[in-house]
């Protein structure tokens, strides 16, 4: 569908709503604009977010806060080796007096689901996220049950610990529609930081966004446009990451540290970050620079490198740097 020029003051509207909630969150967040910009963009793009930084960085601070700027429900989930899939989703309890069982539903149910350090529960508990993730419905026995719309996951994880974690299947990272790599701010901002003496998060925060003003930017980024050269550009960037696909001479030196590369999900989910970061600009157009943007954050969980990545020291986003300065621009 093609945005009209009837649909310009939703777009404006829609920017005006994003640009406050932001401001909200700059309030507790300092440094981390990256940080609020992914989040904003996966969720008003329907997906779900993945946060890897070292301890201190606001992960947690981070989707607190949005929850609260957008008013909506939270819960924390504190994902440990011994946690079960119940814990999760909900289970079945039996009534004794009444002699039947009762659904007591889990801390999925909510709008925003805080996955803290979600690679320390195993496999099975892991697995309980994806019918949730992709489907928005969890099945607690015979009975299947719609969770909360909008329903958001921010998940976190330790890239420094390593004892006692489980590292996340392909199948569950391709859920994330964004990987987001937390840095350390800069000096002037961690000075601003310390000087709070850890008091962020007792600073007051408005709610500015509602389940209503999501839904409609939810709408409204599919009426983005984009260029039929835009689309053939994100199907290069895609098409080079795998390497048994017929790739230029050029990005050779590249591709032979991929082992598997993105899939077609991986296009459908550039694009609508592409589309969401447009909608943030208040723009009813896309951009090569929105894909150029988002780039990263879609695609460095979806490729897996070799060993050969590994021993030279070759990092995701090193690659996807190396592909777009390749791929002609529109």
């Known amino acids: 569908m093609e945005a009209t020029k ?11 709503v994003i640009a406050a909630c932001r401001a909200e969150i700059q ?40 929850a609260q700027s957008a008013g909506l429900s939270v819960s924390r989930i504190q994902f440990t080796p011994d946690l079960l899939p119940a ?14 069982f009762t659904v007591r539903k889990g801390p ?10 979600i690679n320390r529960a195993p496999a099975k508990v892991q697995s309980a996220m994806l019918e949730a ?17 909008p329903f958001f996951v921010v998940a976190t994880q330790n890239p420094i610990e390593q004892d006692g974690t489980y590292n996340l299947p392909e199948a569950e990272l391709d859920r994330f529609l964004l990987k987001i790599v937390l ?43 984009c260029d039929d050269a835009i689309i053939d550009y994100i199907v290069s960037i895609i098409g080079v990451t795998r390497p048994e696909d017929t790739a230029p001479q050029s990005t050779h030196d590249i591709t032979r540290y991929i082992t598997f590369g993105a899939s077609p999900r991986a296009g459908i989910a550039l694009l609508l970050c592409a589309k969401a970061r447009a909608l943030m600009a208040g723009r009813g157009y896309v951009l090569p620079e929105d ?36 791929i002609p621009v529109p």
């Open 6 to 16: 009837d649909s310009q003051p939703e777009f404006v509207y829609c920017q005006s």
């Open 27 to 66: 309030k507790r967040l300092i440094g981390q604009d990256g940080l609020i910009d992914g989040m904003l963009a996966a969720c008003i793009a329907g997906g779900h977010v993945l946060l890897e930084g070292v301890p201190g960085l606001a992960k947690t601070l981070a989707a607190q806060t949005f």
């Open 87 to 100: 814990d999760v989703t909900g289970t079945l309890i039996y009534e004794q007096g009444r002699g039947t």
């Open 108 to 117: 999925l149910f909510a709008h925003i689901v805080l996955a803290d350090e």
């Open 133 to 149: 993730m992709a489907e928005r419905q969890v099945t607690i026995g015979d009975d299947t049950y719609q969770l909360p719309d």
């Open 183 to 225: 840095t350390y701010p800069s000096t002037a901002a961690e000075r601003a930081i310390v000087k709070t003496m850890g008091t962020a998060s007792t600073v007051p925060v408005t709610s500015v966004l509602t389940e209503a003003d999501i839904r409609r930017c939810r709408h409204l980024v599919r009426q983005v446009v």
């Open 291 to 326: 894909v150029k943007a988002m780039a990263a954050p879609v695609l460095r969980h979806r490729l897996v490198l070799s060993y050969e990545a590994a021993a030279d020291a070759v990092s995701a986003d090193y690659i996807i740097e190396k592909i777009l300065a390749v």
